[in-house]
């Protein structure tokens, strides 16, 4: 991200105006954000748009919001807290990018079927030799578009998965699947790594906080190497959500 | 139109948050949180999906609460600004993402949203009372439209060419040019 790119030779106080409007597309929008920690004269210009447009949210009529949604939101700030009073090593705490417009809440549109899913499943899952006195959590991971279940992400314990295949996957010459998690109040997703098609694999996330409900599970189509960036860059291809059994 | 926002101390709440008040998270939800899920919802269209964002936009709120600076802008923009961006963010990554067939039947379907917004347009009521009005009024309707559905609906340059149908080009430099007017104008 050192050259710089064609928009940075742009009037930066219309780029911060399209910003604010919106009408940037996600890699433009990507890299404004990427500049804005350095560059105070560029969220000043963003700022002041924000200030001229805000009063015209007012178009919009207020919608009131279902009854969960604000114990919802108390149960992750619960959870955030319990988190930061386990005063774990910065080393482990998973990486939380300081930018704070970062989310994939889209991801949850998909996630939602996990659960359904599950219980689908559950004759396939009860075969399975658990530990009945920690929490135990699966995912159902499927595809978007077909809502056809191609993977099992099982854990017995809150810091050991086990990711396994239903099926088999055509990965396509010079590609990889690459396997991501996100709980609610992380920032960004972390990469557990690269993995085989009809594979199983287990992984300890010892790096990572305890494993919660909820946490969202995604393989994307990405570079045989890895994602390039750090973040998914590729189509999803399974996804799902973590619910506690 | 008369200032509603006036009786709750935005930036106080934002202090309190930074000191770990849960109540104050509470405060400001009860009294912004329909106004930040109508915002939202208009731009992601899709119920669940705007939950979600309000939901994350409080949390960051709360995160970062102490690194609002009142000498750079209201606390009542900066809150409004996080969330706004979550949503723009979450359905610009929605369109280079797969497309879902199984659409959530409580989604609004776009095309039916901005007819309807257009139909509207004659009685647009978009006038606030504050300066940048006059700014506004000074544009050509068409681009005065482009700017707001912009900014109201979360519309990409394409999808607003798409809708309007005027060519892309044409919708990217009536913006730009837009944006250079009303900062003149409110210089």
Known sequence: MSRPSQHEHQDDHTLAGEYVLGTLSLEQRKALEARLPNEPELQQAVMAWEERFLPYTAITDPVTPSDNLWPRIERSLASREALAKRARPASVVPPRPRRMLHSLPLWRGAAGFGLAAALVLGVMLANEVTEPTTPEYMVVLLAPQTQSAGWVVQASSRQEIELIPLGSFEVPEGKALEFWTKADEWQAPVSLGLVEPGQPIRLRLDELPPLEDNQLFELTLEDETGSPTGLPTGPIEFIGRAVEI | ?187
């Open chain 2, 1 to 187: 139109m008369t200032d509603v926002y006036s009786e709750f101390d935005h930036a106080a709440a934002l202090a309190n948050c930074a000191r770990g008040e849960h109540d104050a998270l509470h405060q400001l939800y009860v009294h912004e949180g329909a106004r930040l899920l109508g915002v939202v919802i208009r731009i992601v269209k899709d119920r669940g999906m705007a939950e979600d964002i309000v939901h994350d936009a409080c949390l960051n709120i709360w995160q970062h609460a102490d690194s609002f600076d009142p000498a750079k802008g209201s606390a009542r923009t900066w809150i409004f600004s996080v969330a706004r961006h979550l949503a723009l963010n979450a359905i610009r990554y929605r369109d280079r993402e797969v497309t879902f067939d199984n659409h959530d039947p409580t989604e609004l379907d776009l095309d039916e949203h901005f007819q309807h917004a257009s139909v509207a347009d004659e009685a647009f009521d978009w006038q606030t009372g504050q300066r940048m009005d006059s700014c506004l009024e000074a544009l050509e309707p068409e681009r005065r439209n482009c700017v707001l559905h912009a900014y109201v609906d979360g519309l990409s340059h394409a999808e607003i060419a798409a809708h309007t149908g005027a060519p892309l080009g044409t919708v990217k430099a009536w913006i730009k040019r837009s944006l250079l007017r009303l900062r003149e104008c409110m210089a």
